[in-house]
């Protein structure tokens, strides 16, 4: 790779706030016969602009020969609940809404995304779960919020 491209693409990579999740864990809910089970993933990762706040998400993941291909659609079911593990820190303002974690639920147009909200009234962050598609997303959702000790005001951009 270049030393242009190679800048272009840790730029980009700095640039998206969007988190890396790792797995904790999963339960199977369908034994396939070919292919590994459909089962239920809990993923943990830490939101990028606000220290001390980490979010579990649990999702369908779709086994059998095509999930072991990489080319099933996963359920839009999914949760997620946030919480402060640890003392909660802003490195600068934060907007109003944004994408805090997107990851892909089938091989071109379907994803799974948690966008925080920031509540200024409450002074909570209020985290949202939901999986869209390119022409037609999915209403189901989950919702968690974390309160920020009323010392410490959120700051929106």
Known sequence: MSPKAWAAAT????????AFSEEIGDVSTVFKFIGPNHKIVVEAFDDPRVGGVACYLSRAKTGGIKGALGVAEDKSDSSVACRQVGEIRFNGPIPKQEEVF???ASILFKHVQVVRMVDSKRNAL???VYSDRVIEGSPKNSVTAVPVPASLRIPVK
């Open 102 to 104: 997107s990851e892909r």
């Open 126 to 128: 209020v985290y949202l």
């Open 11 to 18: 730029f980009l990579l700095a640039a998206s706030p969007a």
